[in-house]
């Protein structure tokens, strides 16, 4: 997966599954940015791991659910004040 797609791919998860967190972030204009720096390491890493002989889909298994899909918020888990 490209940069550009893992990025995309990282927006909706979070947008999804940690809406509160991204309401942040877009509240203090970051977003983008930090989207784009976790699809750069996700990125990064992939390419690491399949230098080693790992297959694509072994690679992305291990980076992406600590890169790009992210845990789901637990409920309660930002204070309402904090929106």
């Known amino acids: 997966m490209s940069v550009e797609e893992l990025q995309i791919q990282a927006k909706h998860h979070w947008a999804k599954w940690c809406p509160h967190m991204v309401a942040a972030m877009k509240k203090a ?4 940015r930090l989207t ?3 699809a750069k390491s996700a990125n990064f890493q992939i390419n690491q791991l399949l230098k080693t002989g ?3 889909h072994e690679a992305e298994e291990m ?3 600590d890169e790009i899909l992210i ?3 637990k409920p309660g888990s ?3 004040d904090e929106e």
């Open 63 to 65: 980076v992406l659910k």
């Open 29 to 32: 204009n970051s977003f983008d």
């Open 54 to 56: 790992l297959q694509l």
């Open 78 to 80: 930002w204070d309402e």
């Open 36 to 38: 784009l720096s976790a």
């Open 71 to 73: 845990p789901a918020e």
